[in-house]
């Protein structure tokens, strides 16, 4: 009789790229033969895959392998792994101080995760696997996986960071910057698509500087990505507003699938702060960028991240960023709280401001943001919007998508017919997290709607 296969369950915190990393391990392990499992219990192989951006980030993950400890209690066949930032960053010491684990891996560590599982199960050891690639060249080749087909795709394009600001671990955690080659991901472009995916935002923790050390660039590949007939959208995240050079900036008024949308973290808006956070510009400088997005694509959609409480942020370095915030108008803010990560240079900084001035720093910057998302989407009423329909939204059991700008819409009328396509929405609701309609015309390809009417609709 033969044997039925083994079955993974992969669960995911974190970032996109940990998503995409997800699905990549997921697509490994389908092509060697196991079997994608919905149910923790039932699987034979648990991978937890994890983020450490912040301590909150990481205690999740640790309150995690309580319950995972019973799982395996209960069950001492299953296989157990740590995967992704924290498996990195905690290596060996994880795997000691939880007997109950199989596997600890790096995010490094995704193509051979075959392996690991297999040498667990075959041979009944223990793994762990946190080796950086130490191919030195600024090239790498990820094996493509099976592609779901979805009209919306994220995928990543380069690894690493080069920057080390002060307070983040990636760059311990994923290493330096390698791209993949355009020809590559192009490849991997052309499958999405022929699958009927619609947009394609490329990622990389530090995306404007893709191609470095070799003689291709970000540019290149969005004008490469641009000719690929089938695909409307594309996005790239995430930027530095120091690597975001013109020939980039520029781009946003000449190609036309480049969306009206960028995400461009300023993390705080007081030199001083920018400085000991080694950000490598000044606010002047990064509000100077943003004149020339907007003058090249006027009513681009920025979005941007923000630490609050950084080691020495005083009140009047934080009245610096509520300034930035209201000046820019963003139409999307992820707030943080300052999170000290061990092993960061920050770390070592000492000034630690008060949890409760962190606290309330946050809830003050939230407020603001909000208020301004409010108003920002509340003069969308009445107004026509085009929406790449992505899925069921099964808590408001309605459809949803994103706009040309990336703002989330629900539509009340639209049905399962309108899923992978472009339609027009009259927006007749808004609140500071999303835009509500209807959709008025029969549904086109963005293609068709520009025929129509260039302009008449944002
Ligand atoms: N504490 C708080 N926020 C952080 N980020 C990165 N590291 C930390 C940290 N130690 C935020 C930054 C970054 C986003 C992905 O997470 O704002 O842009
Ligand atoms: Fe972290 Fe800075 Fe690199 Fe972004 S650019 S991943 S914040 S080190």
């Known amino acids: 009789m033969q044997e039925s296969p083994k079955s993974i369950y992969i669960k995911t915190f974190g970032c996109q790229m940990n998503v995409y990393d997800s699905d990549r391990m997921s697509g490994l392990l389908a092509h060697q033969g196991y079997a994608l499992e919905k149910d923790i219990r039932k699987a034979d192989v648990v991978l937890i895959n994890t983020c450490s951006i912040r301590d909150k980030s990481e205690h999740k993950v640790l309150s995690l392998l309580g319950e995972l400890k019973a799982l395996k209690k209960t069950n001492p066949g299953k296989v157990l792994g740590i995967t992704g930032c924290v498996g990195q960053r905690m290596g060996r010491t994880l795997l000691q101080k939880a007997p109950h684990l199989d596997i600890v891996m790096g995010p490094d560590a995704i193509d051979r995760v075959g392996n690991l599982v297999g040498t667990v199960l075959k041979k009944g050891e223990r793994v762990l696997d946190v080796q950086f690639d130490a191919d030195r060249k600024r090239t790498y080749s990820q094996p493509s996986i099976v592609y779901r087909a979805k009209p919306v795709e994220f995928l990543t394009i380069m690894k690493g960071c080069d920057h080390f600001c002060t307070y983040c671990i990636v760059p311990f955690t994923r290493g330096r910057e390698k791209s993949r080659p355009i020809a590559e991901v192009i490849h991997d472009v052309k499958k999405f698509v022929a699958q009927g995916t619609k947009e394609i935002t ?257």
Do not use: W
């Not at 004008?223 to 089938?230: L, P, S, T």
């Not at 008024?253 to 400085?275: E, N, R, T, Y």
């Not at 300052?338 to 240079?345: A, F, L, M, Q």
């Not at 603001?368 to 989407?377: A, F, G, K, W």
């Open 202 to 458: 490329f990622l990389g923790q530090n995306i404007n500087t893709y191609g470095k050390g070799t003689p291709e660039n970000l540019s290149q590949l969005v004008e490469e990505a641009d000719r690929v007939e089938g695909l409307e959208r594309i996005r790239y995240i995430t930027s530095h507003p120091r690597d975001l050079g013109e020939d980039l900036i520029a781009q946003f008024g000449s190609i036309s699938k480049l969306c009206p949308s960028l995400h461009l973290p300023f993390q705080a808006g007081s030199d001083s702060v920018l400085k000991a956070m080694s950000r490598l510009y000044t606010r002047d400088e990064y509000l100077y960028k943003i004149e020339r997005l907007r003058h090249y694509c006027p009513d681009i959609s920025l979005s941007t991240d923000v630490i609050v409480g950084f080691p020495g942020e005083t009140d009047k370095d934080f009245e610096e960023t509520l300034k930035v915030l209201s000046q820019v108008e963003f139409g999307g803010a992820y707030l943080f709280k300052y999170s000290p990560r061990p092993g960061t240079r920050a770390f070592a900084y000492g000034e630690e401001v008060p949890e409760p001035v962190k606290e309330q720093r946050l809830l003050q910057a939230q407020r603001l943001v909000h208020e301004i998302l409010d108003r920002q989407n509340k003069q969308m009423i009445g107004k026509t919007t085009q929406v790449l329909v992505e899925a069921l939204d099964k808590k408001a059991k309605n459809y949803t998508g994103r706009n040309p700008h990336g703002k989330l819409v629900h539509v009340f009328n639209a049905g399962e017919a309108c899923v992978g396509k472009t339609i027009v929405v009259e927006i007749t609701e808004a609140t500071g997290s999303n835009l509500r309609g209807y959709y008025v015309d029969a549904p086109r390809t963005q293609r068709q709607i520009q025929a129509l009417s260039p302009s008449s609709f944002l």
